[in-house]
Structure formats: structure tokens, C-alpha cells
């Protein structure tokens, strides 16, 4: 009897060394018949190579959790590469390790593609399940397309929103850096039309333009080294899920102002989504009657449809009346849209508005800013006329009361010639014109000097007595006038004493100023010239409505050409 307990007790110890024994290298001990043996996981895993790849053991598809207490509580995981019989280490330092129901190949080779075992063991129970990897080589590592893609279906302006497939294990906010998304190889950027929510796009409105591969990249960090996981996803748009009762989106149960007489044009337009709608039916109504027996079919009525993939279907009902009478205010127009799913009404009611003058005000203000703009337009062409035609109608019998003696004095270049086109000019055209048509008192240098008479004080007084300052400006009067006393004199009461203004008669024409002094230059530039025509010369008896005299006049003192009628 001693020696059968102390066999069996014996028998008890191997048994128990060898369930509790630490794992060999090699997986043969899990592969024996004590291990539940579930086959290969349905779901198969494609990678592609260089990839950040996580799999993940489904043993929870498989045993009942409430089976047993031990298995619940006590149990561990372990891996092993069929094709090697090798168990996957833990140490997170290699390429290839585990986890719990973790396994990590950190990055994925294509000699890593094989059937993965996880095995899940305590000390009574022990089950295993095939997880199969395939590892292939990216067509265009750029975008991640590979030959695996994920299926998904959208409807026509619905909003679709896609989840980046199998990456719920690479949730930890501390390890994904980012998630990109692609179109066919292109950055989705459109923010209008895409919405990235975490590890889902979001497309609004899907129209068949949105159909054709996606890609989602997920970047994420693993132990400091950073990874890449990209999925494809081919998304195919098909027809409307379901038609929409009708929605009327014009009017919106509003008052319409009108002016009696005034003509009116009514709209009700209805939105059916974008399926092909059921039989819609938009019209208007008065007192439960068609608006067009209502009134006679005195309106004009019609009915209208917009079919457009992006907008979608829009029903239309109008009226228009060419002459709103006094008895149409305060009625009920009605719009019913209705479809098999459901009928949608909006009420419009027209009221009399208050008078208004808004045409009358129109037509003064239209009236007064032609009238401005003529007035403008008109002054601004004929100013010189206008000013002339003011002196000779209210200063017949001006004077002026600046104890000036001379209307003008005349600074000319000097020739040894009196034929020269200056000196006729200066002793001939204008004493006739000024002196004798306007009645102007001109003094010319050369023709009014007292003999004996000092010349510098003679020429300051003559110009201080003087209320304009004439130049006469020939091609070569900038070397002539340079230095003559008359020029500085002049140009000094004209640009720094301010007392005297300046006439510049341009008698030749003058292309380069250079020649001129920088007060003459500056004179120039300030006044402008008044410009003598060649044509002027023919002229034997000047006549005081050529232009060129009317603008002499116009810068001269104010003075009638009626005073010489008067003497």
C-alpha cells in the first residue's frame, strides 16, 4: 500500500514539472494535441513592405470568457512563426516582437509574410489561433497603393464619412503623429469639401466626381523611431438612398408691399434632394381655387423643373401680373408643393405701400446733376469767354484804385534790328491790340523811357508802378535776358515780393528751358505760356476774339473793351 502512494505521488510531480516548466525556444510543446487548435482567422492581414504593421491576436472570437475562472484571471500569451516554429520575444528591441495579443514588426520585409500563431495557455486550458500575414512590394511607395483595398459605398448628396481601416490598435495620442489622406495619389487640401475628424474623412455633398481610391497614411512613433501604416480605400458612388418629401425654400410665408398699377412676378420654388423624385406637383392657390380660375387666367402661370446632379431637383411654380389691381390687396396667395412622401405649404399676402416720390426725386436730382455737369463742362471750355463777356457787361467804367500808373510792363530781348519778328511784335501787335482796342496803359522799354533818366532806378519804378509783368519769350531770349536788370528785377518782385503777376507770351516755340535761369524755369513751369501762332501774323489789324488775345486779355487787369466806346 506505501509503495502504490508513493508511485502515484511520483506520477503527480512529473505531470505538474512538466505543465509548469519555462517555454523552449521552439513552439513544439503548444503544437501537441493538449492545445485547442482554431484554424487561420478569416480576416487576412496585407501589408506592404517598409510598413509600421501591428497584429492583433482574435482569440476573444473564440472561447467564452465565463468558460473558466483561471482562464479569465490567469493565462498568458505567446506568438510563433509557423513557418520557423520560432516564439516571437518580447523584447522590444528587436525588429519583431510581442506584446500580450500584440505582435510588432517594426518595419514589415517581405520575408516576414507567413502564418503567425497565437497561442493563449494557463495551467488546464490552452488555444490557438492562425493569423496570416502577407508582406508585398508597394507599385508606388509615394502613395501607398498596393492590390488590397478596402470596399466602401456612398450615395449621391449624402455626406460620407470614412474610417481609416484597422488602426483602432494605434489609438495612443502619445504615439500617432499624424494621419494623412489621398485622392489618387494627390493631398486631400479641400477643406471646403473634406472634413478630417481624427482617423475618419468626412466628404460633404458626394457627387460622382468623389468615386475612385483614397489612401489613408498613418504616422506614429513606436520606442522614440517613427513608422508609417498606409491603407487603401476604393469608395464607389451609387444613385440616392431615398427622395425627399418637398421643401419649399421660395417664399417663406412673408408680405409684399406694391404699389397699385405695378406688375408682379411670384415664384415657389420646392428642393426634393437629389434622388429622382416621385411625382411632384408646385402650384399656386387663392381661397382653395387655382390661382389661374381665381383670376380669370387674366395672369400668366406656368410650371418649371431644375434637375442638377451637385444642386440637386428643384420643382417651380410662377405667376406673374402684368397689373395689380386694387381688389388683389390683402388676398391669401397660397404655394402646395406635395410628393408621394409628403405636401409642404407657404402663404404670401401683397399689401399697398405707402406712396412714394422716389421717381420725382430721381428725375430732380437727375435734372440738377445735368444741369452741374453742363455748367462744368461749360466753364471749363469757355471760361475765358465767360469772364470777358462778365468785364464788358459790369466794368464799363472800372478803375482800379492801387495807385498803379501802368496796366503793363514788357520785358523783351533787344535786337539792333526793328524788323525782327520781336521788336514788331512788342512796338506793333501789342500797343494796337492793349493799348488801343482795350485801352490798357503799356510800358515798353525802349518806346516810353524819359531821356536823361537814371536806368536802374528808372526800370524798378516803371516796375513797381506796373500791376503786370509781360515776358516775351523767343528761342534765344534765355542767353539774351539772362542778365538784363528788367529780367531781375522783375522775377524778384514776381517770385519773392509775390506783388506783381506774370504774363509769359511764348512768341517763338521752346523745346529746351535749359538755357533759361532757374527763377525763369520755375516761372515757366507755375504760369504756362500763352503760345503765339504763326497764323497770327497775317493778321495786319488783330482782332480781339482770336484766341490767343482773348487769353492775353483774360490774364491782364480787369478792364472793359467797351471803355474806348465810351471816350
Not at 421717381?359 to 430732380?364: H, T
Not at 500808373?405 to 521788336?423: G, Q
Not at 492793349?434 to 523811357?449: A, H, S, T, W
Amino acid at each position: 500500500m506505501t509503495a502504490a502512494l508513493l508511485i502515484l505521488l511520483f506520477i503527480h510531480l512529473v505531470m505538474t514539472s512538466a505543465l509548469l516548466q519555462p517555454m523552449n525556444d521552439t513552439a513544439d510543446m503548444w503544437t501537441n494535441e493538449l492545445c485547442i487548435d482554431k484554424g487561420i482567422y478569416f480576416e487576412r492581414s496585407f501589408v506592404l513592405e517598409r510598413e509600421g504593421v501591428l497584429l492583433h491576436c482574435p482569440m476573444n472570437l473564440y472561447i467564452e470568457w465565463n468558460e473558466s475562472i483561471n482562464v479569465k484571471y490567469n493565462y498568458s500569451f505567446m506568438w510563433y512563426n509557423n513557418k520557423t516554429a520560432e516564439i516571437i520575444k518580447t523584447e522590444e528591441k528587436q525588429r519583431i516582437h510581442m506584446k500580450n495579443e500584440f505582435l510588432w514588426f517594426l518595419p514589415v520585409l517581405l520575408e516576414d509574410t507567413s502564418i503567425y500563431y497565437c497561442v493563449l495557455r494557463n495551467s488546464t486550458y490552452c488555444i490557438k489561433v492562425a493569423v496570416s500575414l502577407t508582406v508585398t512590394k508597394s507599385a508606388d511607395t509615394s502613395c501607398f497603393r498596393d492590390t488590397k483595398a478596402y470596399g466602401v459605398t456612398s450615395h449621391f448628396g449624402n455626406s460620407k464619412q470614412m474610417r481609416c481601416p484597422d488602426l483602432e490598435y494605434y489609438e495612443n495620442p502619445e504615439e500617432v503623429l499624424e494621419i494623412k489622406w489621398y485622392k489618387v495619389c494627390n493631398p486631400i487640401l479641400d477643406r471646403s469639401k473634406y472634413i478630417k475628424d481624427h482617423f475618419d474623412l468626412i466628404i460633404i455633398n458626394v457627387t460622382k466626381s468623389d468615386a475612385g481610391i483614397y489612401v489613408c497614411e498613418l504616422h506614429f512613433l513606436h520606442n522614440g523611431a517613427k513608422y508609417v501604416k498606409a491603407k487603401t480605400i476604393n469608395m464607389e458612388v451609387k444613385g440616392c438612398s431615398s427622395a425627399l418629401r418637398p421643401k419649399i425654400v421660395q417664399p417663406s410665408n412673408n408680405t409684399i408691399e406694391l404699389q397699385p398699377g405695378s406688375n408682379l412676378n411670384l415664384s415657389c420654388i420646392a428642393f426634393t434632394g437629389h434622388c429622382d423624385p416621385p411625382v411632384t406637383i408646385v402650384y399656386w392657390a387663392v381661397n382653395n381655387t387655382y390661382i389661374e380660375n381665381y383670376f380669370n387666367y387674366s395672369i400668366q402661370f406656368g410650371n418649371g423643373k431644375h434637375q442638377d446632379e451637385i444642386q440637386g431637383n428643384y420643382f417651380e411654380a410662377y405667376v406673374f401680373f402684368p397689373e395689380f389691381k386694387e381688389e388683389y390687396y390683402d388676398l391669401l396667395l397660397v404655394c402646395y408643393a406635395m410628393n408621394g412622401l409628403g405636401t409642404e405649404i407657404a402663404n404670401v399676402r401683397i399689401i399697398k405701400s405707402p406712396p412714394s416720390f422716389q421717381k420725382e426725386i430721381i428725375a430732380v436730382f437727375a435734372v440738377l446733376a445735368s444741369v452741374l455737369l453742363i455748367s462744368v463742362c461749360t466753364y471749363t471750355f469757355f471760361k475765358i469767354d465767360i469772364v470777358l463777356w462778365y468785364r464788358d457787361i459790369n466794368l464799363g467804367d472800372y478803375h482800379e484804385n492801387d495807385d498803379k500808373i501802368y496796366d503793363a510792363f514788357v520785358i523783351y530781348p533787344k535786337s539792333s534790328s526793328s524788323l525782327d519778328n520781336t521788336s514788331i511784335f512788342v512796338t506793333e501787335f501789342l500797343p494796337q491790340v492793349l493799348e488801343n482796342q482795350c485801352g490798357y496803359k503799356v510800358f515798353i522799354p525802349g518806346r516810353d523811357d524819359l531821356p536823361g533818366g537814371a536806368f536802374v532806378e528808372t526800370v524798378e519804378e516803371n516796375i513797381k508802378a506796373s500791376r503786370r509783368l509781360i515776358f516775351v519769350l523767343t528761342k534765344s531770349s534765355g542767353k539774351q535776358l539772362e542778365n538784363t536788370f528788367e529780367q531781375q528785377i522783375g522775377l524778384h518782385d514776381a517770385l519773392i515780393s509775390n506783388r506783381i503777376k506774370v504774363i509769359l507770351i511764348e512768341l517763338e516755340q521752346i523745346k529746351d528751358c535749359s538755357e533759361f535761369t532757374e527763377s525763369m524755369r520755375h516761372v515757366i513751369r507755375k504760369e504756362g505760356t500763352i503760345k503765339w501762332k504763326e497764323t497770327e501774323w497775317k493778321n495786319k489789324s488783330p482782332s480781339l476774339n482770336s484766341r490767343f488775345w482773348k487769353r492775353v486779355r483774360y490774364n491782364m487787369p480787369p478792364r472793359s473793351s467797351r471803355l474806348l466806346e465810351g471816350s
